[in-house]
């Protein structure tokens, strides 16, 4: 795991609405950050990498932005000249800061990589297997999930080292069905997929949930991606 400087941020933004039902503050969040914020960030250096919307398992006033930093000085000496606006829509942001752990994000990032949902996973593992989670996930569970229509956004590693490590993965889908359907290793292989892969990627992601001490998932809807990375 070769560390290239590159910085992510993860901005997690809980939009403030008056009631469930209203649509009109998640409207206009979105508006401010296509509009206003992020090129303002990409002016100064920074690439929004997505942004994203919950649906299954997260709220869907809550999204979750990831933004790609050349460096940690360069993130700071952005973040010191931005002057971020909207901010009565704004509840509550949480920020997390990561490193990428295998050659995603692609870059560029192609339009037939697009997907309407993608799944927010993280695993809480030990420092000592980061390496091996990468390597399980990079080499044998990526290939299995790409040959059933699944897009690999990224795998990052979190920059503080705690007692369990986080590691998020995200990972593109066609529709919730899609995203189900995924979730069976145990049922029928499906005929577009090789036995090798369909074999050596099951043992991989069992291999991984051995390494893996707890972990959580939620579906978010893609509300903005970019035509490159």
């Not at 973040?79 to 920020?95: A, F, G, N, Y």
């Not at 390496?131 to 990526?142: G, N």
């Not at 999930?145 to 990972?171: M, N, P």
């Not at 051995?210 to 998932?217: G, N």
């Amino acid at each position: 795991m070769k560390f290239n400087g590159l910085i992510f941020e993860e901005r997690m933004t809980t939009v403030r609405q008056i009631s469930l039902m209203d649509s009109y503050s998640l409207r206009k969040y979105i508006r401010y950050c296509k509009n206003r914020s992020f090129p303002e960030l990409e002016n100064k250096g920074a690439k929004v990498i997505c942004l994203l919307q919950g649906v299954i398992g997260t709220p869907n006033n809550v999204f979750i932005q990831i933004t790609r930093y050349p460096d940690i000085k360069t993130y700071y000496n952005i973040q010191t000249q931005i002057i971020r606006k909207e901010r009565d829509l704004i509840e509550s942001e949480q920020v997390k800061f990561f490193i990428a752990i295998t050659s995603r994000p692609k870059d560029p990032f192609p339009i037939a990589d697009h997907c309407p949902f993608y799944s927010n996973r993280a695993f809480f593992i030990r420092k000592k297997d980061i390496e091996q989670h990468a390597d399980l996930t990079d080499k044998k569970v990526w290939p299995l999930y790409e040959a059933w229509g699944v897009s690999v956004l990224g795998l990052f590693s979190s920059l503080t080292y705690e007692a369990l490590h986080e590691i998020k993965l995200f990972a593109g889908y066609k529709s919730i069905a899609h995203w189900e359907e995924t979730r069976n290793l145990t049922g029928v292989k499906p005929d577009n997929i090789e036995k090798d892969v369909w074999e050596e990627g099951k043992n991989a992601v069992f291999k991984r949930a051995e390494l893996t001490m707890k972990s959580s998932v939620s579906l978010m809807r893609t509300v903005y991606l970019p035509n490159n990375i």
